[in-house]
């Protein structure tokens, strides 16, 4: 064998053990498409549907986030800066991270489809600047808050907060053990 055929048998015998021989049976040879075969039956905690993932609905996405609305800090159309409800809210936050200080706070900026992407950008950027300060002041250390630009995050349709169909811009607070 010349050294210019040796890539090529090597590459042949490689491909022919990506494929899986076929499976022996032991089973008596029967037409799989007249016979009628049972599927296995699941135990029953198999058989409970999980909830899915994805919002169906509208009401089902709001359903899904209205737990978790009180995590979030609307910001009115233009506005880059906290009101005073929002900041005693991030302060509260501050209070209950003061006493777990492994934990790691993430903030995560979203819009819900309004204006020019890169002006939400810049928008959402500076809501995040303005969250952390407010948690900075709080007393948690810089070293503790991440900060992510998500950009649109749903369509209007499907935002949590009725805040968010008017246009609102949402930051999210989240934290990590």
Not at 10 to 34: F, H
Not at 57 to 83: C, M, T, V
Not at 116 to 139: D, F, K
Request: hydrophobic share 35%; aromatic share 6%; charged share 25%.
């Amino acid at each position: 064998m010349d050294s210019r055929s040796t890539p090529i048998a090597i590459l042949l015998l490689l491909s022919a053990c990506g494929t899986t021989p076929p499976a022996a049976t032991n089973a008596p040879s029967q037409n799989l498409a007249t016979s009628e075969v049972a599927p296995p039956n699941p135990p029953d905690a198999a058989r409970e549907e999980a909830p899915p993932l994805i919002a169906t609905s509208r009401q089902d996405h709001i359903r899904s986030e209205k737990k978790l609305s009180k995590r979030y800090i609307s910001f009115a159309p233009n506005e880059l800066s906290l009101d005073e409800a929002n900041r005693k809210k991030l302060h509260g936050y501050a209070q209950e991270l003061k006493n777990r200080p492994k934990t790691v706070v993430v903030i995560k900026a979203f819009s819900y489809g309004a204006g020019s992407r890169a002006y939400t950008l810049a928008a959402l950027e500076n809501q995040l600047r303005a969250v952390s300060g407010a948690l900075q002041e709080s007393g948690i250390q810089k070293t503790r808050i991440r900060q992510v630009l998500m950009g649109q995050r749903f369509q209007k349709k499907f935002c949590p907060t009725q805040e968010c169909s008017n246009g609102y811009q949402i930051v999210e607070i989240d934290w990590k053990d």
